[in-house]
């Protein structure tokens, strides 16, 4: 049985673990959280992600997959610890304020991997980086493990590429790329992965491979910036956006994405930078794409404080403001980097101008009361209480308004969940 160890057991390295152990590798997962480590031995989930309770349950149970804190020798490593960005600030530069990718996560892999790395190991990065780390992530390797790189070990990037909620589904579904260092890392990566990929496994270089992740989420980030600035042009021409979009959208060769309050989660809104850092003079859309999607949120707040003004004027009473769904995108139970969150908890401190109430059925009471959300679990009752409804993410859920009373309400919809709901 060939053993691999996963390194960080996170959003990625868990159902990858789980996957590898169930395509018949022997695993061991890497942490240096002792709590996840725990939890995963005992068969608990860290993290929410369709299906993986009972495929973590079987796993355990088969004793094919393990969690340590001491990383395992292994015929394959892989790679998956975060790469958040830090803060550079350039001075005399119209770049103030860049964010560059923190590498940290990834050299430190490499340094633990070099203690137990043998003659023959296959290292597998799937981390997103900048363009020319992986080949600094073999040096390390090779520095401190004293084997001598494509000759005795071999170090391919494979990007992961999943979406949250549908991980395991699209781990097995989705093409992959692969960039080895040399040819020989590439083909041997590819007979790893073709073990539970059903995708193509297309090859290429390992620079190619950093950059084709970081050209798809920044491609996807320049356009909804695009859908964006078109929204914002519409309702200067006091036009509805999204049925504007749906029109442009009939052409065949056309396809705008949805404007929304912001681009959430971990992905779209960091791996642009890691162009824009590496490639400054050449990256200007991505960089503007990047501000209009960053601004957006502070566009909103600005637009429902100057609301809130009209409205006592007319009322002589603050208004009640319902704030429908936090999470980053529709339908999802995740916080993380969400604009919807941002603009609620921003409009929650403006207590003498407004009173802000939550109501978003995806997230637990308690993690809304620590958030110091006044809120209500249910949709009809919430929507009583408001006379100004915020619409940020449109859950399916909220389909429901069709069936409830909206007269007398002002309605703001950021999501286009209105447009959708009256539109057939
Ligand atoms: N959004 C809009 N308008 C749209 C689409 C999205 O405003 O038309 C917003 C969402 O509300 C959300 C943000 O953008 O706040 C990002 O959502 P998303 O669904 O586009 O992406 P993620 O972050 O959930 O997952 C992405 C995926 N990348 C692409 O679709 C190119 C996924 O395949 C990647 O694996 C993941 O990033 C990652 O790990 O990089």
């Known amino acids: ?67 340590s804190n001491n990383i395992n020798k292994a015929n394959i490593f892989l790679v998956a610890v975060p790469t958040p960005f830090i803060i550079k600030n350039k001075k005399n530069n119209n770049l103030n304020k860049i964010k560059q990718v923190d590498l940290s996560y990834v050299f430190n892999a490499a340094k633990e991997i070099s203690k137990v790395l043998e003659k023959n190991n296959l290292v597998i990065l799937e981390s997103t980086v900048s363009v020319g780390a992986t080949e600094k992530f073999a040096k390390i390797l090779e520095k401190h493990s004293g084997l001598k790189l494509s000759k005795d070990f071999y170090v391919a990037h494979c990007p992961e590429r999943v979406l949250p909620g549908k991980i395991f589904e699209e781990l097995t579904n989705n093409n992959r790329v692969i960039g080895g260092i040399c040819p020989k890392a590439s083909e041997l990566a590819k007979k790893f992965y073709s073990k539970f990929v059903m995708g193509n496994i297309l090859i290429t270089d390992a620079k190619t491979a950093e950059m084709t992740k970081l050209i798809e989420n920044s491609y996807r980030d320049v356009n909804i ?16 956006p999204y049925k504007l979009i749906d029109l442009a959208n009939m052409h065949p060769r056309v396809n705008i994405l949805t404007p929304g309050c912001g681009v959430g989660g971990h992905c779209i809104a960091v791996d642009p930078w890691f162009l824009v850092s590496s490639f400054p003079k050449d990256s200007l859309l991505l960089k503007t794409a990047r501000d209009i999607n960053d601004k957006k949120p502070e566009i909103i707040i600005k637009n429902i404080l100057k609301l809130s003004k009209t409205f006592y004027k007319k009322n002589k009473v603050i208004p009640k403001i319902l704030s429908l769904g936090l999470t980053f995108k529709p339908d999802i139970d995740d916080l993380r980097e969400s604009p919807a969150l941002k603009i609620s908890k921003k409009l929650n401190l403006q207590k003498k101008k407004l009173k802000l109430s939550v109501f978003e059925p995806n997230i637990n009471k308690i993690i809304l009361d620590n958030l110091d959300f006044k809120n209500f679990n249910n949709l009809r009752e919430a929507i009583n209480w408001a006379d100004i409804i915020l619409i940020l993410v449109s859950h399916d859920i909220f389909f429901e308004l069709k069936n409830i009373n909206l007269k007398d309400k002002i309605i703001i919809d950021e999501s286009g969940l209105i447009y959708r709901m009256y539109k057939n």
């Open 1 to 67: 049985m060939e053993k691999v160890t996963i390194v960080g057991l996170g959003y990625i390295g868990l159902p990858t673990a789980i996957i590898c152990a169930q395509s018949g590798y022997k695993v061991s997962g890497f942490d240096i959280d002792q709590d996840k480590i725990n939890k995963i031995n005992k068969a608990i989930s860290p993290i929410l992600e369709t299906g993986i309770t009972e495929k973590l349950k079987k796993i355990i149970k088969s004793g094919n997959l393990k969690a």
């Open 225 to 240: 910036a695009f859908a964006n600035q078109v929204a914002a042009m519409a309702n200067s021409a006091g036009i509805n």
